[in-house]
């Protein structure tokens, strides 16, 4: 089985890339700042941190494929990188510390493209969190300067901590009654948002967290990372990894029950 060690220690080279960059601009008075045609924000840091990650693996993993947000798919082949320069822009834009930067190899396999590297890189947190298939995942300020993650052992609802983004998507799914159900259940809920409950499962600081609309950049780092914490990372509709277009990880407890009331009214 490929180690794949070498390609977790260059997606440290390139978040630490990305975080010179991304950080040079957070807060700046002149950020520039478009709106999408999904009418989601982009900023020149996004698009900045992108293009020197994308120049970094191009030079340095040129048979390798990319795909990233905000410059979509370059290239063929079984191993991809996969890209989400700035998860949480609308927090980066308005100077909210919590966004981050997500990279991942994804490798073809039965099933599709899955997740063999993961690394989520918050330098306004001051925080990393990184994993490579079979290796486990740590947090830590470097490589050498790390701690394992592991997922809780909570194994009742009512003694669960549930995370999510926010309410509006669960409405336009057409669940929201199964998941106010859900946060009736549970014995603690909070909006984190974004990348942070999934890091906080992986770190057994919470429980269960969910999301009904995510894209793949989303979702592919912090999936290897919650797994190899030794916790499950599904679509809502139970299909293992990143590919359903939204996500529930937990600490594999308490997964068929957040599935079974995320479903409840689907």
Same mark, same amino acid.
């Given at each position: 089985?490929?180690?794949? !060690?070498?390609?977790?220690?260059?997606?440290?080279?390139?978040?630490?890339?990305?975080?010179?960059?991304?950080?040079?601009?957070?807060?700046? !008075?002149?950020?520039?700042?478009?709106?999408k045609?999904?009418?989601?924000p982009?900023?020149?840091?996004?698009?900045?941190?992108?293009?020197?990650i994308?120049g970094q693996?191009?030079?340095a993993?040129?048979?390798?494929?990319?795909?990233?947000?905000?410059?979509?798919?370059?290239?063929t082949?079984?191993?991809?990188?996969?890209?989400?320069?700035?998860?949480g822009?609308?927090?980066?834009?308005?100077?909210?510390p919590?966004?981050a930067?997500?990279i991942? !190899?994804?490798?073809?396999?039965?099933?599709?493209?899955?997740?063999?590297?993961?690394?989520?890189?918050a330098p306004? !947190?001051?925080?990393?969190?990184?994993?490579?298939?079979?290796?486990?995942?740590?947090t830590?300020?470097?490589?050498?300067?790390?701690?394992?993650?592991?997922v809780s052992?909570?194994?009742?609802?009512?003694?669960?901590?549930?995370?999510?983004?926010s309410?509006?998507?669960?409405?336009?799914?057409?669940?929201?009654?199964?998941f106010?159900d859900?946060t009736?259940?549970?014995?603690?809920t909070r909006?984190?948002?974004?990348f942070w409950?999934y890091?906080?499962v992986?770190?057994?600081?919470?429980d269960?967290?969910?999301?009904?609309?995510?894209?793949?950049w989303?979702?592919?780092?912090?999936?290897?990372?919650?797994?190899?914490?030794?916790?499950?990372?599904?679509?809502?509709?139970?299909?293992?990894?990143?590919?359903?277009?939204?996500?529930?990880?937990?600490?594999g407890?308490?997964h068929?029950?957040?599935?079974g009331?995320?479903?409840?009214r689907?």
């Open positions: 089985m490929a180690d794949y !060690l070498d390609d977790l220690r260059f997606a440290h080279v390139l978040a630490d890339a990305a975080d010179a960059t991304t950080m040079a601009r957070f807060k700046a !008075l002149d950020l520039k700042v478009e709106t045609p999904d009418m989601t982009v900023s020149e840091a996004d698009k900045a941190a992108e293009e020197l994308r693996l191009q030079r993993r040129p048979r390798d494929a990319i795909l990233g947000e905000e410059y979509g798919i370059e290239g082949g079984p191993r991809r990188w996969v890209i989400d320069p700035i998860d822009t609308k927090n980066y834009v308005r100077g909210v919590v966004w930067t997500l991942s !190899l994804m490798e073809a396999a039965e099933g599709g493209y899955q997740p063999v590297v993961g690394v989520v890189s306004a !947190l001051g925080r990393r969190w990184w994993a490579a298939k079979g290796h486990g995942a740590f830590g300020r470097s490589l050498s300067s790390a701690s394992r993650l592991r052992h909570v194994a009742e609802l009512s003694d669960a901590s549930f995370a999510y983004s309410l509006g998507g669960w409405e336009e799914r057409g669940s929201l009654d199964g106010l859900l009736r259940e549970v014995w603690r909006a984190y948002g974004d409950p890091m906080m992986a770190e057994g600081s919470v269960i967290c969910a999301e009904p609309e995510l894209s793949l989303d979702m592919a780092a912090n999936a290897i990372i919650v797994t190899e914490a030794g916790g499950s990372f599904t679509g809502l509709d139970g299909r293992p990894g990143p590919h359903s277009g939204n996500a529930a990880a937990s600490n407890l308490l068929d029950e957040l599935l009331y995320l479903n409840e689907y």
